[in-house]
């Protein structure tokens, strides 16, 4: 049976999201982060960088988000969760698209905010200036732009979803995540943002997503 070796807070909810959608009976393992917030050294014995989210399935180990969803889509979707033809290069650009371009600047401005938090505390006023200037003038600027890039997709969409069909597809399954973090912790980003405000509600709100929050744990982005 298919294994999901999740960790709390992590990118893993996404994997159980799309197992509970698609019906699909899996095996889940939980793993707790270390008090530094890094993944436990029990994932390194089953894959070399010890990240997660991780699935085992017979011989096949697999890490990264985006191998897993098209792995666990294309071996036991059974048709499901694909694009339409009509929205495939969307789909294939969004799945793409949340890691390689989103979460790079979302993590900037998470770096930005907890370096100074982390330094000595005779130091911080001044680490809290100076990276506070640089999260305004490099990170802050490229996720308006990302974000008014997305409003205006979501806008123009033919449905909820980022491909356009009746049902998620893996550029949901992806860009999830980086839009409920955003969502949840710099929430004046979107103010001004209906459509991705409502994705998230409607991604938060599926019977699929719920079961998949009660099985994986505590999840700091879900607002349930």
Known sequence: MLTVHHLNN?????ILWLLEELEIPYELKKYQRTPDGLAPPELIAISPLGKSPLITDGDVTLAESGAIIDYIIATYGNGRAVAQQSGY?????????????????LILKFIFTIVPKKSPFLIRPFLSFIFRQ???????????????????HLAKSKSTWFAGGEEPTAA???MAFPLEAVASEIPNFVVNSPHIKKYVETVHSRP??????????KYSYAKL
């Open 172 to 174: 949901d399954y992806q």
């Open 134 to 152: 640089l999260d305004k003038q490099l990170a802050e600027p490229q996720i308006t732009q990302h974000l008014k890039m997305i409003e205006e």
């Open 89 to 105: 290069i969307h789909n294939l650009y969004f799945s793409h698209y949340a890691e390689g371009s989103l979460m790079p600047v």
């Open 208 to 217: 699929a997503y719920k079961r998949a929050i009660e099985k994986g744990g």
């Open 10 to 14: 992590s990118r893993s909810q996404r």
